[in-house]
């Protein structure tokens, strides 16, 4: 008899929700495809999310797996998709090496490797409520082929993470690692993301598989520990973040106020103590950082909504921790009050909000 397992997720609708699911055999004593980079296994890659970093980030991979591999895509948006399409190539009937799927189960079903970036912990557990459903059917072909791999970017919560981890394990329909990454859309666009990985070091191999495969969207993967580490470090991250890009807009804006040439007072900057992220690749201040999406009237880049939420959910797993925080709330405050103002921008915008000129 097999193993049977209750999975709970969450979901902002409703309390919970409980999948009685029955595991299926082990991946790894069924046949299946062996995942292989090599044009010649005619591998198929999976991606669900063409977001504002989901986007550049498939068409990175799209860009550098073989012609011959196939990438499976989903997006609630369809404009999203249809979009994709046309910017990459190809037709619904996979052209060009690009499926449309109908669904995220259908992303998984057809993948050995499906890697989700998605705004919310809600709209993670709802994918992989969608995918785990039932059993996935087995991967084709050779017997000593890695286990199906589910790779998150996404930026949630570590709790709601192990969750979902569990329910993929459990079920033995595959692993499931963290891998939320760091960059914004600039380097997203540049794959030059640097990605935080949660994974077992002691699933053999595990890790060594991972990372090659996020090197293809960025160039740095940095192994923090088992499952969920990934994304505590970037929550720390994010955290500084935040409080950083609102204390580059105050500085630029007090010094050009101060009658400082904007250019030489970035260069200033950038070449001192106050050097930082925000003021070096993202700075607020247009004509600074190339690219930046303020040279754009800040579209393009991360959401000022998005930002808001990395640091909410830092907030509250520092609270759980009881860890002592003292800038968070009153920059909470400040994109709350951005977001009603300046919605949909790059948080960078924060810049303009202040006044700055």
Known sequence: MRPSSSIRFYYPSRLCTTLNTTAPTSLSTVTRRSFSSTPSNLATWGFIGLGRMGYPMAQNLRAKIPSSDTLVIYDRNTEATTKFMQEVGGTANGDMGIEVAG??????????????????????????????????????SSPDAPERLFIDCSTIDPTSSREVANAVHSTLQGRFVDAPMSGGVVGARAATLTF??????????????????????????????????????????????????????????????????????????????????????????????????????????????????????????????????????????VYAEVETAEKGKDFSVVYRWLGGR
């Open 103 to 140: 669904s995220p189960r259908q992303v998984a079903e057809k993948s050995e490797v499906t890697i989700t970036t998605l705004p919310e912990p809600s709209h993670v557990k709802n994918v992989f409520h969608n995918i785990l459903n039932s059993p996935l059917p087995p991967l084709p």
């Open 196 to 333: 935080m990985l949660g994974a077992s070091s002691r699933s053999g191999g595990l890790v060594k598989r991972v990372t090659p495969i996020l090197e293809l969207m960025g160039k740095r993967v940095l192994h923090l520990g088992e499952q969920g580490t990934g994304l505590s470090g970037k929550l720390a991250n994010n955290y500084l973040l935040a409080i950083s890009n609102i204390a580059t807009a105050e500085a630029m804006n007090l010094g050009v106020r101060l009658g400082l040439d904007p250019q030489r007072l970035g260069e200033l900057i950038n070449g001192s103590s106050g050097r930082c992220w925000s003021s070096e690749v993202n700075n607020p201040v247009p004509g600074i950082s190339p690219g930046a999406p303020a040279e754009k009237d800040y579209e393009g880049g991360f959401g000022v909504e998005l930002m808001r939420k990395d640091l909410r959910l830092a907030m509250e797993e520092a609270q759980r921790l009881e860890a002592k925080i003292e800038l968070g709330a009153k920059a909470g405050e």
